[in-house]
């Protein structure tokens, strides 16, 4: 009480005023039930806080501060203040545990009150008189955070003061939480919190089985759990048990149908779902356990049968989706290596299918689609990562080298086909088949077989003017030069380079010939004949058999000679052989019935036998033989040609000759003559040589693999006694180990000992002293 | 300046044995033929044989006769020079020399080192003019004749196996000849431990393992 004296002076004048501020004679102390009658106020409080009862207390209209009977509204600030107050009376620790005594009657009383609603409401484990009970929770969550909250903000002071000063303390908020849980989890054994993850488990699970749950109530209790701190304890582990064993029948019995791309979709789906769930209510810490649960027990143990049973239907059918799905899932497990092997089984079987049968047709284009399916499918579906790329690659080379020679023969009559044709596609299409061709080539071990029989094609596509266009040709080999080296298509460039020499050789000669006296002019003209050469070198051509000796009539002979000498002076020490089995002639036929000259294109060993009726007889088998020196089984192949081809009504017949005898065959009785009878349409007519293509074919190519073969054992000769120089001396192993090293071709180990017992019987070098080594003979 | 001091042999004549290179040379001419008498080839030596009373077909001393002359220029025939040398080494006079010398012919009496000699020279001698190779049948006769009291294990099946094969192993080589040799010695009969991949014996020693081994397991099933 605080009294202020003025002074004032009743003059006029002037006079100074003084404040004089005097202590209380009495040390106002606070009443001495003080405390207890505030924290009564405050009990009542907290206590309506609780019941959600408007805040009233009892009144203090006694004198003395003690509390009366009525009961009248009290504010919240009066309340913080009195808390205040305690605090600075530094009655904070007896407050505190005061009102955490209180807290705990309270909680006590909630979770009493579930339990016993689990007692009588009789909440088993059905799912829905669990989710009666989660609503009860939720809703007495939402009550006990609201009070907790509002006893917070009238202990504010406490909290701040009090609580901050003692160090093991917790805040009134992290109390109320820690005895929440308390009780949550002890009440009657912990019944509730027992139930109420069960129910939440429930609850979930019913949602992935396709019923819709209250999001937002799981949210919620998941929320409760989460900051009472036993949201991983309490629920997260036995969720995901339970999700676990769930998705491990799941799997179980999904695969017993053994569907596998519904399976994929459904394992998608799942994934889809838990990130859904967690989006929605589980905490975000759940999520890669989840998954990892998904992934472990859905999927993971199947992968094995996923493969086996799924995977090459879906490659076969070219499924982007379906094996994107599998990619994906199968890389989250780590098991790319599994499905790399899967895919390699799958082409090494393909490419077995296509080049095993005994009896196919179009295997290369069957080849090419099947690559080309490939890479769609690696594009698409498996994101074009490397290892797969290698792993086809590999499996590729291993199945088509199982093969011995017949790939690179299919691949060679494929591009020889595709250079010869001219009808239905054009260049541009040719040259990426050719380009797609050469991915097939470049998984080729016996690569050089494949030179061998390309140089055979070539020859015959060269010399009877097969290709289509020089361009593609050119493009060919560039492509292969690209691939193999310079030295690979040495050969082949040869061949090109000898047929544009012989177009220059052609015109020198005529030159030459029309120049000189006596020269071809003379001839030309005498003999009604004109000659085009073609001068190829022996090495780049394919080899030939020796020809034959044949009697050419003297025009054709003096034309020989005659080039002979030429050549012979031009470029000494050239030797000069005609290979007549390959050259071709145009040939003036005239009969008195026609009304111009006709021409025949055909072989030159055609055009021999047909000379041979210039005078005008008939002749027989024999005197043909003995005239031109061609075979007999050759010879019977021409006449067949000349007098057993094709009569058409339109356009008139190719029967130049006649035979006597009726039936197909050439009988060595049989007397031919020209055919009198003789009309055609055109002026210019062909006459294919059908000697049996077949067998000639079979036996070119056998010459040419043959070629192939001793080129082969030269390299390992030469590859043996190089290494055996530079050793002087080697144990066997070693040799021919070095040996296969150096070699381009992938050599027979036999091989290679006939080799080396050969090159010791010609004693390039001997065994040594000591069993299975060898030294070098200089 | 040739005189004094130690006297030296040149043609075997006089020093230690008294040695008739004259009657050698007179055997010699007995077997030669107007064809070539400078050295005795087939004919000569059937007829030596003969006076010998062996038969070169099935005895191996004939052979070994000749390893002992040191035939070794050419096949099939043995010069002057290496006769009159052989038979100085041989001591050999006359007919009755030879007669003499032949029951010390038997192989029995020779040792590793020498046997192996030996039969290189069998295969070197049986050749026909430059071939380097011989034919199985031949060979065949003449691994019987060398081999059969050497007791060989391989010897019967590895015969067996050359009369059975066809074209591909129609001509033996002196390395299969010789590797033959120290293969049978090496391996038992069974072949168990032989090295079909590691080692180094000749690719017809690999096929006659393989074919020994071959009928041996179906037997086993």
Redesign the interface.
Known sequence: MLRNKTNKSGSDGKKVLKLKIKPFKKIPTLPSNYEDVTWEKLSDAVDAIFNKAPLLVKTTNRPNGQLGDGQEQVSREELYRSVEDLCVHKMGAKLYSRLKDKLEHHTSLIIQRLASQIRTNNIGDDLPSLSNLLESVGAVWTDFNSALSSVRSIFLYLDRSYVIQNAGCMSIWDSGLHIYREHFTTVNEGVVSEKVVQGLIMTIESESGGMAINRDLVKQLLKMLLSTGIYRTKFESLFLASASASFKTEGLSMMADLNVPFFLQHVQRRLQQSHDMVHAYLDATTKGPLVAVIEDNLFNPHTGMVLKNGFNLLMGEERVESLGMLYKLMERVGKLQDVKEALGEYVKGKVEELLGGSDSKDEVDKLLNFQSSLKLVHQKAFDGIEIFKYAVKDAFEESMNNHGNKPPMLLCKFVDAKLKQSKGITEAQVEKVLNETMSLFRHLSNKDVFEGLYRKDLSKRLLFRKSTSMDLEKFFISELKNDCGAGYTSKIEGMFKDMNMSEEITSQYETYAKDTKGGAADFSAASNTKMELWVLTAGYWPSDEQPHKLSLPPSLVAHQERFEAYYANKYQGRRVEWKHNLSTCQVEFNLPSFKSKKTLEISELQALVLLCFNDGHPKKMNELLETTGIQREELAAILQSLAMGKVSKDKGTTRVLTKSSKGKEILDSDEFAVNASFTHKLARIKIPNISSKKAEDEKEEAKALESVNRDRMHQIDAACIRIMKSRKTMKHQDLMGEIMSQLKFKANAQDIKRRIESLIEREYMERGEERGSYNYLA | MWGSGKKKSKSGGGGKSSFDSASCTALFNKYTTEDDPFAISMEGIGDLCDDLDLDPTVDVRVLVLFFKLGATAKPGEISQGEWNRGCEALSLEGIEGFKKLIPSLDTGFMDHDEFRKFYKFVFQFSREGTN??IEKDMVVALLQMVLCDRNNAHLNSFCEFLNKSGEENERI????WQ?FL?FSLETSEGCEEYDM????W??LI?EYVSWKRGPADTKKK
């Open positions: 380097k190779t080589s002196l390395d299969a590797s120290a991949d590691g080692g180094a000749p690719v690999d």
